[in-house]
């Protein structure tokens, strides 16, 4: 049963591949017009061969009817010679004529069936009004013409008229033609058989040839994927194969560029996780080792340990509202929110760390903002911000935030006096745990996450965030969130 399965699986999948529809399109391409081409010269020859014939027999006819008024054998109704030319005509067409007068009686019948009977047909009439009809009945395989018999008069004043005597009615059979076409239609057959084979052929070779690059960029991908091979994959047969090697050589250096991300953010993390519980031990171990040590020397011990567990805490909250940062939009609580009022709220608790540096905080309405973001997290955003802006600036420095909004956006600008930012820093200031002078960083505290956090949460409500510096001089970021989030 499993096997069957696995049969009925791999003939679904073959159904479902580009060979085989390259091959079906081929085939079927190169057949359907040989085949309506066929029927189209069958039809082309049947008709011609009875316009041919009607011709021909139409000729004919007119030559006998000249000789029918010749003979007067419409008011004679006998002669021999006449009567010879009609049999040899009939027989020569496998045919049939009728010698119908003006009073539309059958004065000569080649079969001898219709001998002086009246015949009273729509042709018959068309003829003596001077028409030449002629029909062909396919189904049954004949050709019925029907011709008037017209004499040329020349009256007392010497011109010249004609006059209707009389109507020829003539069938004469289609057989031979028929019988032809049939033979051609054999022939046409055969060819077209010849040509399905010829064609499937070229159909099989042309999807072989066809798929055979797909063929090599899925084996070089494949190669990939199993990490035989790490080189960029280029199968430049054609334009699609060079389009699908370069889409998927991007999104393979994308996929490097996040594996050597992962990396490099687990060596940190386990760098930074390390770091205080280094300390710790060190700072352990001292006091084990001594074994009188006096009481102020352990406060002192104590406090560094205790400022090293909240160091590991801040590292350990940070990672945790990164990831959180990296999931979905959809875990946005969004809500309106006055953005004036949030504002002055983060600077009110900034406020307290700002005087220990003699920093001034200024906030700058343009004008009063309100827009659906996520609370919690826009004052993630503000605080981390002007957090940074105080934590770089130099004593007695200056923070000054503004609040800007148009139709679409509110743009939010976190502008400092401080240290400024090196030119070379400034693409890599969002990644994790990125410090542009370590030492200092040291110093002054923090994660190196918070940027990244900030970063994570303004792209969440499909915002956007850049940053301005001149080193020594002070750094300014500009928030741009849309007043109303759309979820993507």
């Not at 999931?327 to 969004?334: D, F």
């Amino acid at each position: 049963m499993k096997r069957v399965r696995i049969w009925i699986k791999d003939r679904i999948k073959f159904l479902r591949s580009m060979k085989l529809g390259l091959f079906v399109i081929i085939f079927v391409i190169g057949l359907i017009p040989c085949m309506i081409l066929s029927n189209i010269l069958l039809h082309s020859y049947t008709r011609k061969a009875v316009d041919i014939r009607t011709a021909d027999v139409t000729n004919q006819l007119h030559i006998i009817s000249d000789h029918l008024i010749t003979h007067k054998y419409l008011q004679v109704n006998a002669s021999e010679s006449i009567d010879a030319e009609l049999s040899q005509l009939s027989n020569l067409y496998n045919g049939r004529i009728l010698i119908i007068d003006q009073d539309l009686k059958v004065i000569k019948d080649t079969y001898g069936m219709s001998q002086n009977k009246i015949v009273i047909s729509p042709e018959v009439i068309r003829a003596f009004r001077g028409e030449t009809v002629s029909n062909y009945d396919d189904t049954d395989g004949y050709i019925e013409i029907t011709m008037p018999i017209v004499e040329n008069t020349v009256s007392d004043d010497g011109s010249t008229g004609s006059a209707i005597r009389g109507v020829m009615l003539t069938s004469v059979s289609s057989d031979t033609i028929l019988n032809t076409a049939d033979s051609l239609k054999d022939i046409s057959r055969l060819v077209n058989y010849l040509v399905a084979v010829v064609l499937l052929v070229i159909a099989f070779c042309a999807s072989l040839i066809l798929t055979r690059p797909l063929k090599r960029l899925g084996t070089a991908i494949s190669d990939v994927k199993e990490g035989y091979t790490s080189n960029p994959v280029m199968v430049r047969d054609y334009i699609e194969t060079e389009h699908i090697s370069e889409a998927f050589n991007t999104v393979f250096s994308r996929m490097k560029l996040l594996d050597d991300s992962r990396q490099e953010f687990v060596a940190n993390v386990s760098h930074e996780l390390k770091t205080p519980m280094t300390s710790m031990k060190v700072l352990a171990d001292s006091l084990l080792v001594q074994e009188d040590a006096p009481a102020e020397l352990y406060r002192e011990f104590m406090g560094d340990i205790t400022r090293e567990i909240d160091r590991e805490n801040q590292i350990i909250s940070d990672l945790l509202s990164l990831v959180k940062m990296d999931k979905t939009a959809a875990e946005l609580s969004i809500s309106q929110v006055d953005i004036n009022a949030l504002i002055e709220l983060v600077l009110r608790r900034l406020r307290p760390i700002a005087r220990k540096k003699n920093v001034e905080l200024e906030f700058v309405s343009m004008r009063q903002v309100s827009a659906m973001v996520d609370e919690v997290k826009l004052s993630q955003i503000i605080t981390n911000l002007v957090e940074n802006a105080i934590k770089y600036n130099d004593d007695n420095g200056s923070v000054s935030v503004k609040l800007d909004a148009d139709h679409q956006f509110f743009t939010l600008e976190v502008q400092d006096t401080g240290i400024g930012i090196p030119e070379e820093s400034l693409g890599h200031i969002f990644e994790r745990f990125y410090r542009v002078d370590k030492s200092h960083s040291r110093e002054i505290g923090g994660t190196g996450l918070g940027l990244a956090i900030t970063r994570s949460a303004v792209l969440m409500h499909r915002g956007s965030i850049s940053v301005d510096s001149v080193e020594g001089e002070g750094t300014k970021f500009t928030v741009r969130i849309p007043l109303v989030y759309i979820a993507g």
